[in-house]
Every structure is written in C-alpha cells, then in structure tokens.
C-alpha cells in the first residue's frame, strides 16, 4: 500500500513538473508575439531600409509587400475617419515594391517619404481613436490607442526628417506620460487629457502638412 501511494505521489510530481516546464516557454512565446506586433510596421521599414543600401531590392521588396499587409490588416480595425488614409498608405507601398522591381527608385528619400507618410496615417488612426475612446470614459483604451499614436508619430518624424519641427517632440514626450498614466489609471487630471488629446491632434496634423509640402 506504502509503495503505492509512494509511486502515485512520483507520478504527480513528475507531472507536475512537466506542466511547469511547458508552461513558461508558452508564455514567453506570447510575450514575444505582442513584441513583434508593436514593432511593426517600423521593424520592417527598418528592414527594408538596410536591404536597400546594400542593394539587395528582392529582400527590400519583401519587407515593403509585408508593411503593405500589415497596413490593410489595420484598416480592417480601423476608424471610419481612419481607415482611407491607411488603405492608401498600403496601396502606395505596393506601388514602391514594384517601382523597386523595376530598377526605377534611386532614391532612399523617394522610400523614407513614403514610410513616414505611413506612419502618419497608422498615428492619425489611433489619435482618432483615442479620441472616441476618452469620450466613452474608457481610460485604459484612450491611454493605449495615445501612445500608439505617439509611437507612430515619432517613426514619421524620424522617416520624414520633421522629429524637431513642428512640436512633435514635444508632444510625442507629453503624450506618452500621459498615456501611461491613463494605463495605470492614475496620477493625471482629467481636464489635462483633453488638452493632451488636442496637442497630439496639433501635432499629427502640422506633420501631415510637412508631408504634403504646406507651410
């Protein structure tokens, strides 16, 4: 009877073990997928970026056609006011992939204006839906839905040479504080999110103009 209940509790033991050693490669594996997601697209112009200085325009073309894919997945949740810039910016990257295949881009600039212009639409995007968000007093989203934005923001001013013009620093710093406290649900004041949201809206709008070549 002893080595019975001894074997029982060997078995249960070893069981338990495995559970434990399968269990946390699985979520370390989730956490390295949600990394990945933020990432992207700016992992894969990035990518695309360095394959193009060394020439190597299939492996550029890859990565883009991958950005193009990301940009209309997003649109599928997208804001209705958001969704036509983002299915333009993927259609414009489709239309730079096959410019590349054709030997008829020369330009790392011709690439970088239309990588920053696809951040601007993913920012504007998630500055629309943090503005909806804050509306519905859903805190946590309209923080998560901000520093995307800010995210965005900031790979459009760094593609697009405009970082330190026209205060998208500034609002990109404030932006991401105040998202993490909306995150964290406390510490911020209400009447200053609106104001965040406002000079985050500022912001993504004086860099669309940049983009668009208006003063």
Same mark, same amino acid.
């Given at each position: 009877?002893?080595?019975?209940?001894?074997?029982?509790?060997?078995? /249960?033991?070893?069981?338990?073990?495995?559970?434990?050693?399968?269990?946390?490669?699985?979520?370390?594996?989730?956490?390295?997928?949600?990394?990945?997601?933020?990432?992207?697209?700016?992992?894969?112009?990035?990518?695309?970026?360095? !394959? /193009?200085?060394?020439?190597?325009?299939?492996?550029?073309? &890859?990565?883009? %056609?991958?950005?193009?894919?990301?940009?209309?997945?997003?649109?599928?949740?997208?804001?209705?006011?958001?969704?036509?810039?983002? +299915?333009?910016?993927?259609?414009?990257?489709?239309?730079?992939?096959?410019?590349?295949?054709?030997?008829?881009?020369? !330009? %790392?600039? =011709?690439?970088?204006?239309?990588?920053? %212009?696809? =951040?601007?639409? +993913?920012? &504007?995007?998630?500055? +629309?839906?943090?503005?909806?968000?804050?509306?519905?007093? =859903?805190?946590?989203?309209?923080?998560?839905?901000?520093?995307?934005?800010?995210?965005? +923001?900031?790979?459009?001013?760094?593609?697009?040479?405009?970082?330190?013009?026209?205060?998208?620093?500034?609002?990109?710093?404030?932006?991401?504080?105040? !998202? &993490?406290?909306?995150?964290?649900?406390?510490?911020?004041?209400?009447?200053?999110?609106?104001?965040?949201? =406002?000079?985050?809206?500022?912001?993504?709008? &004086?860099?669309?103009?940049?983009?668009?070549?208006?003063?």
């Amino acid at each position: 009877m002893k080595k019975k209940m001894l074997l029982t509790a060997g078995l /249960f033991a070893v069981f338990s073990l495995n559970q434990m050693v399968i269990s946390v490669p699985a979520y370390s594996n989730a956490i390295e997928v949600v990394d990945i997601q933020i990432l992207e697209p700016a992992s894969d112009f990035k990518k695309a970026h360095e !394959s /193009f200085i060394k020439k190597d325009y299939k492996a550029t073309v &890859n990565e883009i %056609r991958k950005a193009a894919d990301f940009m209309k997945k997003e649109a599928e949740i997208a804001s209705d006011k958001g969704k036509k810039a983002i +299915l333009a910016s993927a259609d414009e990257l489709n239309a730079l992939a096959d410019k590349i295949e054709k030997g008829a881009v020369k !330009s %790392r600039g =011709e690439i970088s204006s239309v990588f920053a %212009r696809a =951040e601007h639409a +993913l920012a &504007n995007n998630y500055y +629309l839906k943090a503005t909806d968000a804050w509306f519905k007093k =859903e805190t946590k989203e309209t923080g998560d839905a901000l520093k995307s934005a800010a995210n965005h +923001l900031e790979q459009a001013g760094e593609w697009s040479g405009h970082k330190a013009k026209a205060g998208v620093s500034k609002a990109i710093k404030e932006t991401k504080e105040l !998202s &993490n406290k909306l995150i964290q649900g406390t510490g911020y004041v209400t009447d200053d999110v609106g104001k965040g949201i =406002e000079h985050m809206g500022g912001a993504i709008v &004086n860099l669309g103009n940049k983009l668009m070549g208006k003063k």
